[in-house]
């Protein structure tokens, strides 16, 4: 296959493969960490109103999310790659990123909670999915 289809098709399959976990963990959160009562946490809107409920134990599962999705979706695209498989990987670490900049925004949340999420769940999570994908993707050293 053509590498530069390769990757383009590496970079859609780790932000859409990121994504679904990401999603995936959102959804189920309720269930794992109860909200306040009272809390609506359906709408953006809700979100924004029920925030001040909201205890640490209530940013767990979306730090989980945004860190999982993201380290996920650097090692699709890192094991989709052509080459350059670091690059790509910290390429959708940065796509996440923007994401979460982006949520942090319209969804203002806890002064602790914004560079944790920021400094933490991104980038080097990205790395880290790169860096096992690369590690295990190696080429072997002939003797």
């Known amino acids: ?4 289809l390769r990757n383009i098709i590496a970079v859609i399959a780790g932000a859409f493969g990121g994504g679904a ?5 959102i959804m189920v959160s309720g269930s794992v960490i ?3 009562e009272g809390a609506d946490i359906t709408t953006m809107e809700g979100l924004k109103a029920s925030m001040h409920l909201m205890e640490p134990k209530h940013f767990l599962m979306p730090f989980l999310a945004h860190a999982l999705g993201t380290y996920s979706g650097a090692m699709i ?3 989709v790659a052509a080459n350059h ?8 670490g940065a796509w996440f990123l923007i994401g979460g900049i982006i949520n942090i925004i319209l969804l203002p949340s806890p002064l602790w ?7 933490l ?3 080097p999570m990205a790395y ?6 690369t590690k295990r993707i190696k080429p072997k050293e002939t003797v």
């Open 1 to 4: 296959m053509n590498p530069i």
């Open 21 to 25: 976990i990401n999603m995936a963990l």
């Open 34 to 36: 109860p909200p306040p």
């Open 77 to 79: 695209t890192a094991a």
């Open 85 to 92: 498989k670091m690059k790509f990987a910290l390429g959708i």
């Open 113 to 119: 909670f914004t560079p944790t999420d920021l400094i």
């Open 121 to 123: 769940a991104y980038i």
């Open 128 to 133: 880290l999915g790169g860096k096992e994908i």
